[in-house]
């Protein structure tokens, strides 16, 4: 009996694995692939994706391993540097190919104690209850108190289910691969300079000695399962930019649509959905791996409270009552941002408009606020504006505020040096008089960063550790 087996190890997976480890919950991942995948997808980490790295201790080794850009330009490739004094001691983009960022967060959780075992795919689940009977593709049924779902875009947990994935289908594919050219990297950046200016939707990019990552739009919608001829990629590259640079020798070669879709409910029973699994969007703006490792975040210490047995039920609940309407504004703003990539006069206009807004500081502010998630505030009832807020990685008298959050647990800074976490001390942390940068009394945090509370009344204080920690020792 596990106390939670996660079906998927890809970001979200792994990342929920280490988060729920760290409150000793035990947990088994189970993945269908014998073998990480082969082709090398460069995706962009945004602000809060690295925060949250640094909050656990992860970022050092997931710097080595990628290499830093400018925070802006990302809202539909509307080239505006991003605007000054950014609030986060992380103000760029991580570019890093996405098996190597899945397997750093998987060696992370398997370090901290997770179980993963590839070749393992889940094809049914019973729930009664007591927990989950998960069945895999070789017939072997596995028991859990909960199962999560990080099983991607056409997750099997959610359709076992059957929860709706309402949306729209895709109405444009693109075709992304690797493969050498045939013509001088000159000829490539001239023709390239012309034809881009008018349609964004295409590129290709050196990638190490001839290689060339190339994406260009596909001649219709057709099924992913089957990845696109060499062919293909000639054919529509000719249509979009008169030639096919000679394009040959494809090192993998694969599509992607545009589908917009969104889970109805993230949880049932003894059983959610995580990341892909429960929302898919276009990837402009490269928002999906970050939003699913953001809800592996929210969604982890919840999990294991309920596993524990602190607090009431309703705690797991706030899982979907704070993530779906994140998910919902990253859908509409890749809607958006898909509208502004037309070639048509009338999108074209818009984006021309939209380009001269977003010299105003405050537009521009908002939509990389958006766009890097560091603009989340959930609804944690009324109070002050950075109540439901991340606190960003303030200093503190001991060091940096995030090197405070490793293990996982909440944080109250107490600038009156009167309150105390009492019962709750082996969840939640102390820090004393921490800094002159928070100008409110007393802050409490919860395990994701998130300010679960601001005030000075002790009584107050308690009422809400009750809320977000349960029950006291
Ligand atoms: C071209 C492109 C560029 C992108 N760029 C970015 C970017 O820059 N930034 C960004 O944030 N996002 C980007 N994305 C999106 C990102 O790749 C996904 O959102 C991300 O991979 C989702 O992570 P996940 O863990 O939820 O699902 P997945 O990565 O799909 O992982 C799901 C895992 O579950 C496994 N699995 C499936 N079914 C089962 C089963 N039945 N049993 C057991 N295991 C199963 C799969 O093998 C897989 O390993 C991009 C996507 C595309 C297509």
Known sequence: MFDVIIA????????LAAELRLHDVRVLVLEKETEPVSF?????????????MAMRG???????RGRRRPAGAYFAGIDKPAPEGLDSAYAYLLGIPQPVIVHLLEEHAIELGAQVRRGCAVVALQQDADGVTVELADGKQLRTRYLVGCDGARSTVRKLLGVGFPGEPSRNDTLMGELEVGVPREEIAARMAGIRDTDKRWWLRPFGERIYSVVVPAAGVSDRAQPP?????????RAVAGTDFGVHSPRWLSRFGDATRLAERYRVGRVLLAGDAAHIHPPIGGQGLNLGVQDA????????????????ETLLDTYQAERHPVAEDVLDNTRAQTELLCTEPGPKAVRRLLTELMDFDE???????????IGVRYDFGAGP?????????IDVKQGHLYGLLHRGRGLLLDRTERLTVGGWSDRVGYLADPTAALDVPCVLLRPDG????????QRDLDDHLYRWFGTPN
């Open 8 to 15: 998927g190890c890809g970001p979200t997976g792994a990342v």
């Open 229 to 237: 001829t060499l062919e293909e990629f000639r054919q529509q590259l």
């Open 450 to 457: 998130h300010v679960a509370w601001i005030g000075d009344d």
């Open 40 to 52: 090398v997808r460069i995706v962009g980490l945004h602000i809060r994706s690295l925060e949250l």
């Open 363 to 373: 537009v521009n502010r908002y939509l990389i606020e958006k766009i890097t998630a």
């Open 58 to 64: 992860l970022l050092e080794r997931i710097l080595e």
């Open 297 to 312: 975040f929210n969604l982890g210490w919840k999990l294991a409270a309920q596993i524990r047995g602190w607090v009431p």
């Open 385 to 393: 504006e950075l109540l439901g807020r991340r606190l960003p990685d």
